[in-house]
């Protein structure tokens, strides 16, 4: 990239081409012919907005309609997903698959170029803007369920390495004039060398799209993505959203609420009322059980994509399919505590055009006034053990056996029920082991950590102290 460097501070007009990594031919922009498209980058032509930035609809010159991704600041994470999603769309080419027009590099610039959509995504469809209206009939909700399951599968099974998107989700499959889908962002995206059934690594993803082994423990696999398409799935049949807000605050996911339907065969109850009851029969049936088989919380009874898609166009019927039981994750506390959000601002995650309104959680010690709790706990976490980089919050459940560890509650009984500790310093100094039963969450520090120890180096803390104080 040292070559392209400057293109973004540059006054003077390139001749627009370059050639990018899989001799795919990318429009290199300069940030004036951006600025020129977007109207400065206005609020009216803003089109979502999100932790990595925000996206705006713009109209080049020559009359090519775009969507321009500006990244809000150059940290080292919009660093890492700026150059994760240019290297990714450089191996990748499917119709079912948002490429890349373009981009624009500078000193203290990252904006990354696509056709603008003028659908925009299944979630502006289901719940946002066009939420009202019935665009999505059964037919073309069988479509985009179809076609984005065949993207996804082109990066499991036909591109070496293999690609694991690790975000899939409504904001993130946009829908072009004839509402044929296509997978987009690739920010989070996970390349998975030959022979690799999987990995540990930083938990990256959308609340209620998370499959449970990679949100409790980081492991990642081409099965994570079949589940969070089995969500998608059950939106897109429901009309429902993942994760919903009941009456005095009370969450409940998308598959809890299938979960019974499903076991009692009223299968027509789940369909999205807005349907008003204009769907075929047999593929609703057809699609639910996929689902269910997609978000089994073990990932070894999820079906691969190529099956998922064989299923869908009626190819596979698997003999078990008609006897699944969903048998999904129950996301309590500990998982909503993974959501992206800040724990002291709200903000909005959205995918390439859509936006999505994260909740916010409740101060787990509001309940007990200004009273301050200190804390001292000895870290035993699983090794490698690599916490996401300036996420707001991480979940840690230590693989500890609680029979054997006498003192494995001591000292946390006042605050049993919210195991949630803001951490503020790190310090070497060994003390006695103390760790709570429920998982830890830690809100990553706001300041950096004495001695000169980068949060980066967290990892290096096993069986080393971390003081966590409620400030």
Same mark, same amino acid.
């Given at each position: 990239?040292?070559?392209?460097?400057?293109?973004?501070?540059?006054?003077?007009?390139?001749?627009?081409?370059?050639?990018?990594?899989?001799?795919?031919?990318? #429009?290199?922009?300069?940030?004036?012919?951006?600025?020129?498209?977007?109207?400065?980058?206005? %609020?009216?032509?803003?089109?979502?907005?999100?932790?990595?930035?925000?996206?705006?609809?713009?109209?080049?010159?020559?009359?090519?309609?775009?969507?321009?991704?500006?990244?809000?600041a150059m940290t080292?994470?919009?660093?890492?997903?700026? =150059?994760?999603?240019?290297?990714v769309l450089g191996?990748?080419?499917?119709?079912?698959?948002?490429?890349?027009?373009?981009?624009?590099?500078?000193?203290?610039?990252?904006?990354?170029?696509?056709?603008?959509?003028?659908?925009?995504?299944?979630?502006?469809?289901?719940?946002?803007?066009?939420?009202?209206?019935?665009?999505?009939?059964?037919?073309?909700?069988?479509?985009?369920?179809?076609?984005?399951?065949?993207?996804?599968?082109?990066?499991?099974?036909?591109?070496?390495?293999?690609?694991?998107?690790?975000?899939?989700?409504?904001?993130?499959?946009?829908?072009?004039?004839?509402?044929?889908?296509?997978? =987009?962002?690739?920010?989070?995206?996970?390349?998975?060398?030959?022979?690799?059934?999987?990995?540990?690594?930083?938990?990256?993803?959308?609340?209620?799209?998370?499959?449970?082994?990679?949100?409790?423990?980081?492991?990642?696999?081409?099965?994570?993505?079949?589940?969070?398409?089995?969500?998608?799935?059950?939106?897109?049949?429901?009309?429902?959203?993942?994760?919903?807000?009941?009456?005095?605050?009370?969450?409940?996911?998308?598959?809890?609420?299938?979960?019974?339907?499903?076991?009692?065969? #009223?299968?027509?109850?789940?369909?999205?009322?807005?349907?008003?009851?204009?769907?075929?029969?047999?593929?609703?049936?057809?699609?639910?059980?996929?689902? =269910?088989?997609?978000?089994?919380?073990?990932?070894?009874?999820?079906?691969?994509?190529?099956?998922?898609?064989?299923?869908?166009?009626?190819? %596979?019927?698997?003999?078990?399919?008609?006897?699944?039981?969903?048998?999904?994750?129950?996301?309590?506390?500990?998982?909503?505590?993974?959501?992206?959000?800040?724990d002291d601002d709200?903000?909005?995650?959205?995918?390439?055009?859509?936006?999505?309104?994260?909740?916010?959680?409740?101060?787990?010690?509001?309940?007990?006034?200004?009273?301050?709790?200190?804390?001292?706990?000895?870290?035993?976490?699983?090794?490698?053990?690599?916490?996401?980089?300036?996420?707001?919050?991480?979940?840690?459940?230590?693989?500890?056996?609680?029979?054997?560890?006498?003192?494995?509650?001591?000292?946390?009984?006042?605050?049993?029920?919210?195991?949630?500790?803001?951490?503020?310093?790190?310090?070497?100094?060994?003390?006695?082991?103390?760790?709570?039963?429920?998982?830890?969450?830690?809100?990553?520090?706001?300041?950096?950590?004495?001695?000169?120890? #980068?949060?980066?180096?967290?990892?290096?803390?096993?069986?080393?102290?971390? #003081?966590?104080?409620?400030?």
């Amino acid at each position: 990239m040292g070559s392209i460097m400057s293109c973004c501070s540059s006054e003077k007009v390139d001749e627009g081409v370059v050639v990018a990594p899989g001799n795919t031919t990318w #429009r290199m922009f300069t940030y004036k012919e951006l600025h020129t498209a977007t109207n400065g980058f206005s %609020d009216d032509n803003k089109l979502g907005e999100g932790g990595f930035g925000s996206v705006y609809w713009g109209k080049t010159s020559d009359g090519l309609e775009i969507a321009v991704k500006k990244l809000k600041a150059m940290t080292v994470k919009a660093e890492m997903e700026f =150059a994760v999603e240019v290297e990714v769309l450089g191996r990748v080419k499917h119709k079912n698959l948002l490429g890349l027009r373009g981009y624009c590099v500078g000193t203290d610039q990252r904006l990354i170029v696509y056709d603008y959509k003028p659908n925009l995504s299944v979630l502006s469809h289901l719940h946002g803007q066009f939420g009202g209206d019935v665009q999505l009939d059964w037919k073309k909700r069988m479509k985009i369920a179809i076609g984005s399951a065949e993207g996804i599968l082109y990066l499991h099974h036909e591109v070496t390495p293999h690609i694991i998107h690790r975000d899939i989700k409504a904001s993130n499959v946009l829908l072009d004039s004839d509402f044929e889908p296509l997978v =987009a962002d690739f920010g989070f995206a996970k390349l998975i060398p030959e022979g690799v059934s999987h990995m540990t690594t930083r938990v990256k993803g959308t609340l209620g799209y998370l499959a449970p082994e990679y949100a409790m423990w980081g492991k990642v696999s081409e099965s994570c993505d079949v589940y969070s398409f089995g969500i998608l799935l059950l939106e897109l049949v429901t009309g429902r959203k993942p994760i919903e807000k009941l009456p005095g605050g009370v969450k409940r996911t998308i598959t809890e609420w299938t979960e019974p339907l499903i076991a009692d065969g #009223r299968f027509k109850e789940l369909v999205d009322p807005k349907l008003r009851g204009h769907f075929e029969e047999n593929q609703l049936k057809q699609s639910i059980y996929v689902a =269910a088989l997609c978000v089994q919380s073990e990932p070894e009874k999820r079906p691969n994509m190529m099956q998922v898609v064989g299923m869908l166009k009626g190819y %596979d019927t698997r003999g078990n399919l008609m006897k699944t039981r969903m048998d999904s994750v129950k996301y309590k506390e500990e998982l909503m505590a993974l959501d992206q959000t800040s724990d002291d601002d709200f903000e909005e995650s959205c995918g390439v055009f859509g936006t999505m309104v994260g909740t916010k959680m409740q101060d787990p010690y509001s309940r007990y006034g200004n009273k301050k709790i200190t804390k001292h706990i000895i870290s035993q976490f699983p090794s490698p053990f690599n916490p996401p980089l300036n996420s707001d919050l991480l979940a840690v459940r230590p693989p500890i056996d609680e029979s054997k560890s006498p003192s494995f509650s001591d000292g946390f009984s006042s605050i049993h029920d919210d195991p949630i500790i803001r951490l503020r310093h790190l310090t070497h100094h060994r003390v006695p082991c103390i760790v709570p039963s429920p998982p830890v969450f830690f809100v990553s520090p706001s300041s950096p950590a004495r001695g000169g120890v #980068r949060p980066s180096k967290f990892s290096t803390f096993r069986n080393r102290a971390l #003081r966590c104080s409620n400030l």
